[in-house]
């Protein structure tokens, strides 16, 4: 695997962090598998359009059928919502959750560009700084913990990174660390 921060050519499919640069990848591999998802949704939702096509094909073809007792005995079996309406409402669901992904792949990508400008800055200037993306259950004290060997670093960290409140980081949040 390639970093995207280096292009180190040597890194290890399963690495958190290249060992040419020390950038954390988990991000850039969240990316990656929300892409592959993204693809797998539109795959379905092709597919479901496609049945709703000979669905509403079938429907054009069964009203050309002309009125009489059977089409009467029919109509009045059916209950409830329609196959169509069915269709209808499970591909809206599909809309909603892939415009909902494409909005969480732009944040990331944003993280990631915002990520690569600092990284990039950094590295132009002295080498005393890491960055770290930061991870479900994380907290400023666990990755003082990381970087220094204990948390008592944690309110130095908050100050670097004009964190209004220390105790209220998010996933995905880039924060600098100084050594």
């Known amino acids: 695997m390639e970093c995207p921060v280096c292009q180190h050519q040597h890194v290890a499919e399963d690495a958190t962090h290249c060992p040419e ?4 990848l988990s991000g850039f591999e969240f990316i990656k598998q929300s892409k592959s998802e993204r693809r797998i949704r539109k795959r379905y939702l092709f597919s479901l359009s496609g049945i709703a096509i000979l669905l509403f094909s079938g429907w054009v073809v069964s009203s050309t059928i002309p009125e009489g007792t059977e089409r009467q005995e029919l109509e009045t079996q059916v209950t409830g919502p329609t196959s169509e309406e069915i269709l209808e409402a499970k591909i809206e669901e599909l809309r909603t959750t892939i415009s909902e992904q494409q909005k969480e ?7 990631v560009h915002d990520y ?5 800055e950094m590295q132009e200037g002295d080498n005393n700084y890491s960055v770290h993306v930061v ?23 908050a ?14 949040d880039t924060v600098v660390i100084k050594h």
């Open 159 to 172: 100050d670097h990174n004009e964190v209004n409140n220390p105790h209220h980081i998010k996933p995905g």
């Open 105 to 111: 792949i732009e944040r990331l990508e944003t993280v």
């Open 21 to 24: 640069c020390n950038s954390e």
């Open 116 to 120: 690569q400008a600092l990284d990039l």
């Open 135 to 157: 991870k479900e259950g994380e907290s400023l004290w666990s990755i003082s913990e990381m970087y220094h060997g204990h948390g008592h670093e944690h309110d130095n960290i």
